[in-house]
């Protein structure tokens, strides 16, 4: 049987050049960086090198990044740490209504803490409105998070222009740039912003890894206590074999930015446009242009989407969804809510998110595969019959 | 993939009794699909035993396997019987569901017996009536 | 030249099973536990089995497993975790005078929070007396946290003894055994504690993972917030690989125990007694039996450490120092402090952590290249010179 | 290893000028083993200048190279000369210092100062006492 990998935002692959970058540092050079001898020197100036790469890759200075082990954890330590260092100057925060859990949840934790925390709203393809965020600053705001882009329905923020907007008004400003940094240009000073979070295993590097980037003068509380790893602002042993890869990734993506992006978009918009001018009552969810090359996100209605990723799936066939019965928690996307979906729709929400492996024919193959599988869910729907009838009656 | 036991992907992959019945003895409806999952029954009664149940269904695999395996356990029982089909026993033949998918096997045990009722309450209104057409909509 | 590596307690290398264990999950089965399709099932199915394996190493359940990013983060997510989720019922917690900085630091900031912290202190072998800990749990202790053992001199802690008395009064107990697990046998039910940190990069695992073990029923507040990895209580994509590797290296360590024990304390043995017979005043740090089967800490009188590093590094040894010079913030080790060892005595701290990989001829390499090494370092000491003038003005 | 110039390295591992002077026209003593380093410098001097300079030290790699090069920098010096090595000039000689190892440098160019302020005091007893003994301890 074929099979598809369309679930990127899941996670990537680790590329081949990334693997063996990384081997070395498993076996061989296993040092801790700490170390002084001979294996802490090789392990140290691994990770001195793979700091380069990744400050080349979102165009900062090698020490503005610090090493994380996720980019959940450098969300939450931005989130966490920017702010309770800034807690004399006020507890208020501002973030989007779409951010993932991994600030919403660590701004939930800061309101126990005693923040106040302003959601602004997103509009139906998921921008943020500048003028919305200016309005929400108010003098005791002590951090801005923004998300650069939102992988679930790819819509990328106006970030530059936001920054101008949270500048003006005083305030710190945080992205989590998790699904942009690798696969769109991320350049800090273009993007104005004070922090930055990131992760390879959106873009073909290791899972167990990310950095946040915090320009130089900014103050943060380590989130991770312990040793004086990351120049004491982020405790515990290096995980080496991971940075180096970090690395690699981000030299790779740096090389091959243009080249990856044209190849995910035309693939994308032939996924897009087949996909919706094969099945009807069908909705591309998220920015019409403002979208990241390899996203396309749907909403196909009156089925729900589990059931399609399992169908989907035995067709060998990977892609995820927001629908309520995906998510542990039972409750239909965050992202799609906020966006205005009505819930019954975000239950049909199907996600392709594209990578570098995938071909013409993995997307001919799913516009081959899906249509049957769609119709045979509705062929089971009682809201298909419904609607059928519905239109009948109306007739 | 949730972990689905072998006998939720086989119902799920095959279900029975999908469809709906048009002069169905009795319907329910439960659910709603704000909440992820919606299902349907639809039955036949013979001589008080079930001579048919179809079912349409909304929602996740669990929900679509538990709605197959709940017609084919109800199919041919009597309306007692049919009443006996807990969650738990749903769940049982299932081989065991997911803890968050538990609520559908509520689902289709809850959408047989609303076509029961159904079925009864349509019962109740023709003895009153003195059966005026056996298959009348409410 | 050759090279001996005996540094293992800085980090461990990755055994080549536990490497060939992870390798097929960083491009082939490179999922997302959480997805909902083949990829996502060989992952999750492959966290299982990692989890059982890690259980069965210290003789727990599955699901009282969580995954963590390192050590670090599985004593900050258990200090800071447990105590919160306890803190209506009081704020005060009990720690010793040697635990890690992940312990000392989060302790720190529970301080901050407005926890109070007191700090057992330890005899000169580095043991905590458990009558000590009985007596400073209060009537509103949260959490009691001493690890099981201390890497930096190997001194092993009678933590069942010690759980005995904390049961007693009432409190939790946290035990950091990342310098235990996978080197000697840890059974949660035997040493009677509610929570325990570990992690493979002490045991030939893999570096960017560890895990805390929490007994079934206690509450935690989570550490790092986000989406629902480990049924809710660790956000971020899980590291599958490395999660892989633990497991591995755990299924290993469990196998191999009491050869791996028989064949470090041989050479631990070998490598003290050589030392002490060719080097004077030189001085065993930790308890002399009670300790790890790696461990061979020194002080060696009148030399500073991190010149005796470099000078062995020079000669392809790896070891480690606990002196003020090899730490960035130029303060004696903390450990060795607290044992009441005298400020310039501590200066001249050397650890050998032996390794699995370690030989006969390693040991007696060190043997042969010490001597020399210490011989021109006191040369050069001035405290070596009004040492020898007092003998002879004594004499 | 600490991020150590290579100058560094190599003063370390073939420190020049080890050793006390039996007959030191000056000794100066910096630095205490609690804190990590400890410094003792010893000079001869013949008309005004260092014709001869020892050392002995207890501390890290750095402050080995530093009090070797210290050693060499002033080897051959007036006084004044000497003087003026400062720990800037220390650290640039030996294309550069860590960070955290900056007092290292401090220290090698004190425990100069400090033999050479002990060398005229001596003189001043001497010139006082009028040079009852050249070599006489205090
Ligand atoms: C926008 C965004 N931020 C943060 C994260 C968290 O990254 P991780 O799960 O690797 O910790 C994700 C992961 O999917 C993401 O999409
Ligand atoms: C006793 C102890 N606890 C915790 C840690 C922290 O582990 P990691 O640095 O891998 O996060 C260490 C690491 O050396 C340790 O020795």
């Given at each position: 049987?074929?099979?598809?990998?369309?679930?990127?935002?899941?996670?990537?692959?680790?590329?081949p050049?990334v693997?063996?970058?990384?081997?070395?540092?498993?076996?061989?050079?296993?040092?801790?960086p700490?170390?002084?001898?001979?294996?802490?020197?090789?392990?140290?100036?691994a990770?001195?090198?793979?700091?380069?790469?990744?400050?080349?890759?979102?165009?900062?200075?090698?020490?503005?990044?610090?090493?994380?082990g996720?980019?959940?954890?450098?969300?939450n330590?931005?989130i966490?740490g920017?702010?309770?260092a800034?807690?004399?100057?006020?507890?208020?925060?501002?973030?989007?209504?779409?951010?993932?859990?991994?600030?919403?949840?660590?701004?939930?934790?800061l309101?126990?803490?005693?923040?106040?925390?302003?959601?602004?709203?997103?509009?139906?393809?998921?921008?943020?409105?500048?003028e919305?965020?200016?309005?929400?600053?108010?003098?005791?705001?002590?951090?801005?998070?923004?998300?650069?882009?939102?992988?679930?329905?790819?819509?990328?923020?106006?970030i530059?222009?936001?920054?101008?907007?949270?500048?003006?008004?005083?305030?710190?400003?945080?992205?989590?740039?998790?699904?942009?940094?690798?696969?769109?240009?991320?350049d800090v000073?273009?993007?104005?912003?004070?922090?930055?979070?990131?992760?390879?295993?959106?873009?073909?590097?290791?899972?167990?890894?990310?950095?946040?980037?915090?320009?130089?003068?900014?103050?943060i509380?380590?989130?991770?206590?312990?040793?004086v790893?990351?120049?004491?602002?982020r405790?515990?042993?290096e995980?080496?074999?991971?940075?180096?890869?970090?690395g690699?990734?981000?030299?790779?993506?740096?090389?091959?930015?243009?080249?990856?992006?044209?190849?995910?978009?035309?693939?994308r918009?032939?996924?897009?446009?087949?996909?919706?001018?094969?099945?009807?009552?069908?909705?591309?969810?998220?920015?019409?242009t403002q979208?990241?090359?390899?996203?396309?996100?749907?909403?196909?209605?009156?089925?729900?989407?589990?059931?399609?990723?399992?169908?989907?799936?035995?067709?060998?066939?990977?892609?995820?969804?927001?629908?309520?019965?995906t998510?542990?928690?039972?409750?239909?996307?965050?992202?799609l809510?906020?966006?205005?979906?009505?819930?019954?729709?975000?239950?049909?929400s199907l996600?392709f998110?594209?990578?570098?492996?995938?071909?013409?024919?993995?997307?001919?193959?799913?516009?081959?595969?899906?249509?049957?599988?769609?119709?045979?869910?509705?062929?089971?729907?009682?809201?298909y019959?419904?609607f059928?009838?519905?239109?009948?009656?109306?007739? | 993939?949730?972990v689905?036991?072998?006998?939720?992907?086989?119902?799920?992959?095959?279900?029975?009794?999908?469809?709906?019945?048009?002069?169905?003895?009795?319907?329910?409806?439960?659910?709603?699909p704000?909440?992820?999952?919606?299902?349907?029954?639809?039955?036949?009664?013979?001589?008080?035993?079930?001579?048919?149940?179809?079912?349409?269904?909304?929602?996740?695999g669990?929900?679509?396997?538990?709605?197959?395996?709940?017609?084919?356990?109800?199919?041919?029982?009597?309306?007692?019987?049919?009443?006996?089909?807990?969650?738990?026993?749903?769940?049982?033949?299932?081989?065991g569901?997911?803890?968050?998918?538990?609520?559908?096997?509520?689902?289709?045990?809850?959408?047989?017996n609303?076509?029961?009722?159904?079925?009864?309450?349509?019962?109740?209104?023709?003895?009153?009536?003195?059966r005026?057409?056996k298959?009348?909509?409410e």
């Amino acid at each position: 049987m074929r099979r598809a990998y369309l679930d990127n935002v899941a996670t990537t692959p680790v590329l081949p050049q990334v693997l063996e970058a990384m081997l070395p540092y498993f076996r061989d050079a296993y040092g801790n960086p700490q170390s002084i001898h001979e294996w802490g020197d090789q392990a140290r100036e691994a990770l001195d090198d793979a700091r380069s790469k990744v400050a080349a890759l979102i165009v900062a200075q090698p020490e503005e990044i610090i090493f994380t082990g996720s980019g959940t954890e450098a969300n939450n330590f931005a989130i966490k740490g920017l702010t309770l260092a800034r807690q004399s100057q006020g507890k208020h925060v501002v973030i989007s209504a779409i951010e993932h859990f991994s600030v919403l949840h660590a701004a939930k934790t800061l309101e126990k803490w005693g923040f106040e925390v302003t959601q602004v709203p997103v509009d139906r393809y998921g921008l943020v409105d500048p003028e919305e965020v200016g309005t929400s600053i108010r003098e005791d705001t002590a951090l801005v998070s923004i998300m650069h882009a939102n992988s679930e329905v790819g819509t990328v923020q106006p970030i530059a222009e936001i920054a101008k907007v949270v500048k003006k008004r005083g305030a710190l400003f945080h992205t989590d740039a998790v699904a942009t940094t690798g696969s769109i240009p991320v350049d800090v000073k273009e993007l104005g912003v004070d922090a930055l979070s990131l992760t390879p295993n959106q873009f073909y590097g290791p899972k167990g890894v990310g950095a946040l980037w915090l320009k130089k003068g900014a103050r943060i509380i380590p989130f991770l206590d312990g040793g004086v790893q990351e120049r004491g602002r982020r405790a515990g042993t290096e995980n080496v074999p991971a940075i180096v890869g970090l690395g690699k990734a981000a030299e790779l993506a740096k090389e091959e930015m243009a080249s990856r992006m044209a190849h995910l978009s035309a693939l994308r918009d032939r996924l897009i446009e087949g996909l919706l001018s094969r099945i009807e009552h069908a909705i591309l969810t998220g920015h019409p242009t403002q979208r990241l090359p390899g996203n396309a996100s749907f909403c196909i209605e009156f089925i729900e989407g589990e059931a399609m990723l399992m169908l989907l799936s035995h067709q060998g066939i990977a892609a995820s969804s927001g629908s309520a019965c995906t998510s542990r928690a039972l409750k239909a996307s965050h992202v799609l809510t906020a966006m205005g979906l009505p819930a019954e729709i975000a239950q049909g929400s199907l996600l392709f998110s594209l990578g570098l492996e995938n071909t013409e024919e993995d997307i001919d193959y799913v516009l081959e595969q899906l249509p049957p599988i769609v119709d045979r869910l509705r062929q089971m729907s009682p809201l298909y019959s419904k609607f059928l009838k519905g239109q009948q009656g109306g007739r | 993939m949730p972990v689905y036991s072998e006998k939720v992907m086989e119902h799920f992959m095959n279900p029975r009794n999908v469809g709906e019945i048009e002069d169905a003895d009795g319907i329910g409806e439960v659910g709603n699909p704000v909440c992820g999952d919606m299902m349907t029954f639809y039955i036949k009664v013979d001589d008080n035993h079930l001579s048919d149940v179809k079912f349409k269904t909304f929602g996740c695999g669990a929900a679509i396997a538990v709605s197959s395996i709940v017609s084919e356990m109800a199919m041919g029982n009597t309306l007692e019987e049919a009443r006996k089909i807990t969650p738990a026993l749903v769940a049982e033949q299932l081989e065991g569901l997911p803890k968050n998918k538990y609520h559908c096997s509520n689902l289709g045990a809850q959408a047989l017996n609303k076509a029961i009722d159904d079925y009864l309450k349509k019962q109740g209104k023709k003895v009153k009536s003195k059966r005026r057409g056996k298959n009348e909509k409410e």
